[in-house]
């Protein structure tokens, strides 16, 4: 099976930097996904690493180490709007034919 | 853009009775899962489907089966409804991994 370990909360500053880690343990791996949810939204999809590395996508990059089992999400410039839950997310087996083993959560905190 | 429509935003239902939540997704993804989010336990998987006719269980499947009939539509069945299968159930499909997975809005369901 796969399980994962995120911070519960985090609290930052608007206009700062914030590091959400995750570190995972899976029998297989196929990736890492970092997914947003705002209270009372969907979950949507914010980035995929399956190589070692950093993916840059605007204001938010996220990172993997695959020899670590860690990866970490980077949300740069932090506006109020960031204020959410922030899941990683990993699926253990190959083929497409299985699902997404999330965390439970990072709560992100913003203050003025 | 994908979406993915959830039948129902709230449902209150009995113990006992039989509750079906319905999902279709309009960008012919073969691959479709749910997921129930509950308050420190973020999001569990319950089944998914590959394709049509094909059901795989996820991490959760006692007390639910699902359906797929046809490619756009994923439906969850609760057989014998009881107090704690009272969720958030969300739905989400997939198509190319790099991607990742588009939610539904998600239906709130509460058993009394």
Redesign the interface.
């Given at each position: 099976?796969q399980s994962l370990e995120q911070p519960s909360e985090v609290t930052a500053v608007e206009g700062a930097i914030v590091q959400i880690n995750c570190t995972y343990q899976t029998s297989g791996f196929?990736?890492l996904?970092w997914?947003q949810q705002h209270d009372g939204?969907?979950?949507?999809?914010?980035s995929?690493n399956?190589l070692d590395g950093l993916e840059e996508t605007g204001r938010f990059s996220s990172f993997l180490s695959r020899s670590d089992s860690y990866g970490y999400l980077l949300l740069q410039e932090l506006q109020m709007k960031d204020s959410a839950s922030y899941?990683c997310a990993v699926?253990g087996s190959g083929g497409?034919?299985?699902?997404?083993?999330?965390?439970?959560?990072t709560h992100l905190i913003i203050q003025p | 853009d994908v979406k993915v429509t959830q039948s129902s935003r709230y449902l209150v239902k009995r113990t006992g009775e039989k509750v079906f939540l319905e999902c279709v997704q309009d960008m012919d993804h073969?691959?479709m899962?749910w997921?129930r989010q509950d308050p420190?336990?973020?999001?569990?998987?319950i089944y998914?489907s590959?394709d049509v006719k094909m059901k795989?269980k996820?991490?959760i499947p006692e007390g639910y089966s699902v359906s797929r009939e046809k490619k756009e539509r994923f439906s969850l069945i609760l057989e014998s409804a009881s107090t704690n299968q009272t969720s958030m159930y969300?739905c989400a499909s997939r198509g190319s991994?790099?991607?990742?997975?588009?939610?539904?809005?998600?239906t709130r369901l509460t058993v009394v």
């Open positions: 099976g196929y990736g996904s997914y939204g969907a979950p949507t999809f914010l995929y399956a899941f699926r497409g034919a299985d699902g997404l083993t999330f965390g439970k959560g | 073969e691959n899962f997921y420190g336990l973020g999001l569990r998987l998914f590959y795989e996820g991490d969300l991994e790099k991607y990742g997975y588009t939610f539904g809005s998600g």
